[in-house]
């Protein structure tokens, strides 16, 4: 019989080597993902309080969270969060990226645009907290120099949710702009001389040509931050904690009162369940308009 080939054998070879470099990934997964999700689904259907054994409710958590008016409000204030936090922060990384691309790509503006996102978020919480102070904050100190009111920004119930969205736009729109940036770096520059030759410039060679090679990017600027809008919690429980009134009352707020408050963890993993499959759609939903895959 012939021999066999060198390059079949490599192939054959190659597959259990792939395997055995996935399996730390693969564990990872199961022990970080997998495992707390299939636990936190059993988990919504039982009484659990954390100090005692559980016992199996049915879907009786359910009933009562589809059921309770303030799960229907905190998920309207996240949902009005998540407007005014993407449009503004993914507007402004654009503008940022497209600002380095064609002004300056010294690596000194990319850092600076990089600190609030290299800052933790409770301490860029607290940072604006003491900013908008209405007694000894900065910024109500200046519109006193300028003839207005001290505005109470976090304490007034139209302008907390919209102060609360700066505040994470101005923490991340930065890192999302490094991001966009890498994606306007990858387009050929012989795409951009074809454009220049053929007449293309400024508004129209951007929306014709460069924005549609950034999908793919910009799929995953989008994804990942409606997910993370979505999740939001610490920026509330340092400035507002879910007031004035219930004006930022998010749903990670409502599901954190309930589980560590209240000692109802069935109850609050069935929000973090319902919470679960609503991401996964939203996300579904994005990569599909988006076409995330591919690039015109």
């Known amino acids: 019989m012939p021999a066999e080939p060198a390059l079949l054998r490599r192939h054959r070879f190659d597959g259990p080597v792939a395997m055995l470099f996935l399996i730390p990934s693969l564990l990872g997964f199961v022990v970080f993902f997998a495992y707390p999700t299939i636990r936190g689904l059993l988990l919504s259907f039982t009484d659990w309080d954390l100090l005692s054994k559980a016992h199996l409710i049915g879907g009786a958590n359910y009933s009562e969270l589809f059921g309770d008016s303030t799960y229907w409000n905190s998920l309207k204030v996240t949902l009005v969060y998540v407007l005014w936090n993407i449009p503004a ?13 064609h002004l300056s790509q010294t690596p000194v503006l990319k850092g600076l ?3 609030p996102w290299l800052i933790p978020n409770v301490i860029v919480a607290m940072l604006w907290l003491w900013l908008l102070d209405p007694a000894v904050g900065f910024v109500d100190e200046i519109l006193k120099l300028m003839g207005f009111k001290a505005l109470g920004f976090l304490a007034n119930t139209d302008m907390a949710l919209p102060v609360v969205a700066g505040i994470n736009i101005w923490k991340w729109m930065g890192y999302n702009a490094l991001i966009i940036y890498a994606g306007l770096q990858s387009i050929p520059k012989e ?106």
Do not use: C
């Open 191 to 296: 795409v951009n001389e074809a454009v220049e030759i053929d007449g293309a410039r400024g508004w129209t060679a951007f929306w014709k040509v460069t924005l549609p090679l950034l999908r793919p990017v910009m799929a995953f600027v989008l994804v990942t931050t409606i997910i993370g809008s979505f999740q939001i919690y610490d920026t509330v429980a340092v400035t507002t904690k879910g007031g004035p009134v219930d004006a930022t009352w998010v749903m990670n707020f409502y599901l954190f009162k309930h589980a560590f408050q209240e000692y109802r963890m069935g109850f609050a993993t069935a929000g973090s369940m319902v919470l679960f499959a609503l991401l996964f759609v939203v996300g579904l939903i994005q990569m599909r308009m988006l076409r995330a895959g591919e690039a015109d």
């Open 89 to 101: 922060q993914t507007i402004l990384a654009l503008a940022i990226a497209l600002m380095m691309q």
């Open 113 to 115: 645009f990089l600190i």
